[in-house]
T-cell receptor, first 118, second 113 residues
Framework: GAVVSQHPSWVICKSGTSVKIECRSLDFQATTMFWYRQFPKQSLMLMATSNEGSKATYEQGVEKDKFLINHASLTLSTLTVTSAHPEDSSFYIC??????????????FGNGTRLTVT | DAKTTQPPSMDCAEGRAANLPCNHSTISGNEYVYWYRQIHSQGPQYIIHGLKNNETNEMASLIITEDRKSSTLILPHATLRDTAVYYCIVRGINTGTASKLTFGTGTRLQVTL
């Protein structure tokens, strides 16, 4: 089955630094990748949609200059949390769409990255 | 995408069938019903999806009412490893680009001995 790999699985950083999270589709090409954020005991909230080779589309209330998304290839999207603050501590999850599959095929999710900002 | 309503929590004895309901009364004709689950601190796992016919795979069965306003996910023989939050999601489909999944609050299923 389709596998989405996220790296790192957890990261601790100091306030003010930037952190990059990678999302890779291992055995398929992903035209579109989605980035979600999940706070403790809450549901997943969509942050942005990234399409290969174009600018990401951000959901309302998500700062595009703070959460930089790059989708430079069909198998890799990155999310960079810039100038991280403790309130950015969260579980970040990506998902990917297999461009070769049917239009109603499910999205495949990575296992998430737990970010802790101290 | 149409909103869904699920009970916040349910319990099920191990070995018994777990029936998780979902209401999606405002679903439209081009929207599918997807079910995912999330085990603690992991990414969501796809379970099953359907449009109007009942569906079955190795994990579960999906029963969609004739008017498509509600559905039930059935785990035929629940095990402790099925303890998770289950999300019922209605997803509009277009043939051009991939469409997003909008997660609600889900149902926390606790499987007990």
């Amino acid at each position: 089955g389709a596998v989405v790999s996220q790296h790192p699985s957890w990261v601790i950083c100091k306030s003010g630094t930037s952190v990059k999270i990678e999302c890779r589709s291992l055995d398929f090409q992903a035209t579109t990748m989605f980035w979600y954020r999940q706070f403790p005991k809450q549901s997943l909230m969509l942050m942005a949609t990234s399409n290969e080779g174009s600018k990401a589309t951000y959901e309302q209330g998500v700062e595009k200059d703070k959460f930089l998304i790059n989708h430079a290839s069909l198998t890799l999207s990155t999310l960079t949390v810039t100038s991280a603050h403790p309130e950015d501590s969260s579980f970040y999850i990506c998902s990917a769409d297999d461009r070769a599959s049917s239009y109603n095929s499910p999205l495949h999710f990575g296992n998430g990255t737990r970010l802790t900002v101290t | 995408d149409a909103k869904t309503t699920q009970p916040p929590s349910m319990d099920c004895a191990e070995g018994r069938a777990a029936n998780l309901p979902c209401n999606h009364s405002t679903i439209s004709g081009n929207e599918y019903v997807y079910w995912y689950r999330q085990i603690h601190s992991q990414g969501p796992q796809y379970i099953i999806h359907g449009l109007k016919n009942n569906e079955t795979n190795e994990m579960a069965s999906l029963i969609i009412t004739e008017d498509r306003k509600s559905s039930t996910l059935i785990l035929p023989h629940a095990t402790l490893r099925d303890t998770a939050v289950y999300y019922c999601i209605v997803r509009g489909i277009n043939t051009g680009t991939a469409s997003k999944l909008t997660f609600g609050t889900g149902t926390r299923l606790q499987v007990t001995l």
